[in-house]
């Protein structure tokens, strides 16, 4: 217990280090620029394959559960929507996330703290920390909420196409469904729990790469410490958020 | 000149530097010598701050570095340049631009300045040829060689050294000795290397401190090294078969 919130104090700290005023503009806009393409672009084919599955998937079930005389079709393509928008776009893909993005950071910055890279920052004058992590912050905060997007949008469109393909139901219905009490607001929802997670699963990560200690082995653990408390962390703050948001 | 006061240094109870106090003179070789598990890494580590001392204080000229906090330090940094044990090249980045980025971060010079200091760095330590390679791609002393060039690109008024020849063949350690001994003379740096290598002791060694199971055993320069009255020392220096034989035919 008491080394929960030790952690949670030098995490503290070490936000409050990244957080400082940057040594020079133009290096960091170059590096979040770089971050973007190897946390975010790289990201694009992930997210796109699973949620066009997971669309598809989520339709196809809907359409059967829901086959009864009293429910009408459309339904389908409303409760699809939901789904995507509410959970999937932004807490599942987020956890896929901190998989993939969160295990890179940490073992990146994991192995710069075993090989004295980060020393050798230190020792030029550089605030390591707000050098290695507030451009990949930064990045992933701006770029998350544009793959949250990009999966809403494949994802029911992975749902039409299965309407369509297996002819389970009538696409038209589908579209109608789609259409069926939108609010925009849902969408600022998402986006705003997927700014939160962004932040959330780069800070954790590179927080287990900072501090690591030893050899190669500590860097592997560090990596998978980082996937498992950003995960958790992204669940307590998605219902958190829910129950801010949406009451 | 880096004065280092009664520094005591340990590691979850177990000491590791027992109040050490020494004296390392500016535009001369500094060599901190030892075993392996001595505390050498740690009494260097230690000077720079990436240890922080228990007790005792560390003096940059007149400044007590020890008691600065971090915004204060960085600035001592800028004129400070050290070689890990590793080389601790950015991996991410290529020779040219691990040379460049102290240039990057702390000055205003326009891109052509700052590629010709680097391509004068990268000539001195005959890496040239090397800029757009990885560390990756490199030879245990390219990665050193570079690592010096990394060092010296800020023109460091401090230069810390730790085993800048180890794993290297013997021509290229002494290449880089004399490298290192050159720029000392050259630009009045205060160098503090770490070595448990003879030859560099011999070769360019001007003032030696030699650091037994964290305490400072002996030092001196290496004129007086080879008659030094001490039994560890000796055991040390004499430990090679060469060094015996050179002993004995000096008798
Ligand atoms: N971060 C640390 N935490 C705990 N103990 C440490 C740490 N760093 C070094 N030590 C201990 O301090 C002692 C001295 O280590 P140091 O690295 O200074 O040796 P060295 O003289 O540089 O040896 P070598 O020539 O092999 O590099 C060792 O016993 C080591 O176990
Ligand atoms: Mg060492």
């Not at chain 1, 940490?106 to 050098?131: F, H, K, P, W």
């Not at chain 2, 580590?45 to 228990?54: A, R």
């Not at chain 2, 050294?161 to 290297?168: A, Q, Y």
């Not at chain 2, 880089?176 to 740096?189: A, C, Q």
Request: glycine share 8%; net charge negative.
């Amino acid at each position: 217990m008491f080394k929960f919130f030790e952690s949670i104090g030098k995490y503290t700290l070490l936000m409050q280090k990244v957080f400082s005023r940057p040594e020079k503009r133009s290096i960091y806009y170059r590096r979040i620029w770089h971050e973007m393409e190897a946390l975010g672009l790289n990201s694009i084919g992930l997210t796109a394959i699973i949620s066009i599955f997971i669309g598809s998937a989520v339709t196809l079930q809907m359409a059967i559960t829901l086959e009864s005389p009293f429910i009408p079709q459309f339904m389908i393509g409303y409760a699809t929507r939901e789904v995507m928008i509410l959970e999937f776009s932004s807490t599942v893909v987020a956890l896929i996330l901190a998989g993939k993005v969160g295990s890179n950071i940490a073992s990146e910055i994991g192995t710069m703290r075993i090989t004295e890279q980060i020393d050798a920052l230190e020792i030029m004058g550089v605030n390591s920390a707000s050098y290695l992590i507030l451009p990949k912050i930064v990045a992933t905060v701006f770029f998350f909420p544009f793959l949250a997007i990009f999966s809403m949008l494949i994802g029911i469109g992975g749902g039409y196409g299965i309407a369509v393909l297996t002819g389970i139901m009538n696409p038209m219905e589908y579209i109608d469904g789609l259409r069926y009490c939108f609010y925009t607001e849902e969408i600022t929802y998402a986006l705003t729990k997927m700014v939160f997670f962004a932040f959330f699963i780069t800070s954790i990560s590179a927080y287990c790469g900072y501090y690591a200690k030893g050899n190669s082995l500590e860097v592997g653990k560090a990596s998978t410490k980082a996937v498992v408390v950003s995960s958790i962390v992204i669940m307590i703050c998605n219902l958190v958020l829910t129950q801010i948001i949406r009451t | 000149m880096i004065k280092v006061e009664n520094v005591v240094k340990s590691f979850e109870g177990r000491t590791v530097l027992k109040d050490i106090s020494v004296e390392f003179g500016t535009g001369q070789t500094n060599l901190i010598i030892g075993r392996s598990g001595s505390g050498k890494t740690v009494l260097l580590k230690s000077l720079v701050g990436l240890h922080d001392v228990d007790e005792g204080a560390i003096y940059y000229d007149d400044v007590c570095f020890s008691k600065l906090d971090f915004r204060a330090r960085k600035d001592i940094r800028r004129d400070v340049g050290m070689i890990f044990q590793g080389g601790a090249l950015l991996d991410a980045s290529t020779v040219a631009e691990n040379v460049k980025l102290p240039l990057d971060l702390f000055t205003e010079q326009s891109e052509e300045e700052k590629m010709e200091r680097v391509n004068t760095c990268l000539k001195r330590v005959n890496l040239e040829h090397a800029h757009h390679l990885y560390p990756s791609e490199l030879s245990g002393g390219m990665v050193k060689r570079a690592a010096i060039a990394r060092a010296i690109v800020m023109n460091p008024r401090y230069l810390f050294c730790d085993e800048p020849n180890s794993g290297l063949d013997p021509q290229t350690s002494i290449v880089i000795d004399n490298l290192i001994s050159d720029i000392t003379k050259e630009y009045n740096i205060t160098t503090i290397i770490n070595t448990h290598d003879m030859n560099s002791v011999m070769e360019i060694g001007e003032k030696i401190v030699f650091i037994y199971e964290g305490e400072k055993w002996w030092e001196g320069s290496k004129d007086d090294i080879l008659h030094a009255d001490n039994q560890e020392l000796s055991d040390f220096v004499f430990a090679s078969a060469m060094a015996k034989r050179a002993k004995k035919a000096s008798k």
